[in-house]
Each structure stands twice: as C-alpha cells, then as structure tokens.
Nanobody, 124 residues
C-alpha cells in the first residue's frame, strides 16, 4: 500500500520558516522523482519544487527560488521542503507527490502518487 504522509505544516508569521516532511512507503522511493506542490483556495495546484532520484537534480518555481529548498533522504524514504522568508501568499495546502521517472518532472500529470496535504498558513 502506497503512502505519502506530509507533516510540518502550521501557522507561521511572515518572515518565518517551516520545514515540511513527507514520509513515504509502499514503493521504491529511490526510483522516483519527488515533488512538492501547493494549492491555495480558488487557485490551481502548482509546482513548488522537484528533485530527481539518485543525482538529486532540482527545479523550483521561479517565484520561489532562493527561499525554498527541496531535499531527500533515500535511506529514510523521505522528502523535505525547507521554507524560509515566508510570505502571506505562500499560504496553501502543500502536497508531496512521486513521479515514476528519473528526470525532472514539473507537471502534476507526471506524478502517480500523492499525499493528503498539509496546511501552511502565513499570517500575523
């Protein structure tokens, strides 16, 4: 049974930081490109960042470069998203997802498995 379980979301003040984690099981994590997406109310789900399997190539949404960092630990079957300098517009439900590919995957249709999401709210 495939599981992707996000954690680490919550309420944070503007300028603050959060680290999201996504623990996975039920598939061969090291063979999948992993991604973080987010969806704000009334908006489409969008890519935040993606990281390939063995060589760890990354790609970020242009608007997020320099503030967010994606990483993975293949020994723990876990992917992380470090979010710094958070802004109110970063408020959304954040999802992790797995794509059965060895290349960077930027479109959500490339992703086979999805987590249930974790809420991130940036507000004073």
């Amino acid at each position: 049974q495939v599981q992707l379980v996000e954690s680490g979301g919550g309420l944070v003040q503007p300028g603050g930081s959060l680290r999201l984690s996504c623990a996975t099981s039920g598939f061969t994590f090291s063979l999948y490109t992993m991604g973080w997406f987010r969806q704000a109310p009334g908006k489409e789900r969008e890519l935040v960042a993606t990281i390939t399997d063995s060589d760890g190539r990354t790609r970020y949404a242009d608007s997020l470069k320099g503030r967010f960092t994606i990483s993975r630990d293949n020994a723990k079957n876990t992917v992380y998203l470090q979010m710094n300098s958070l802004k109110p517009e970063d408020t959304a439900v954040y999802y992790c997802a797995a794509a059965p590919t060895v290349v960077v995957a930027t479109h959500l249709t490339a992703y086979t498995y999805w987590g249930q999401g974790t809420q991130v709210t940036v507000s004073s």
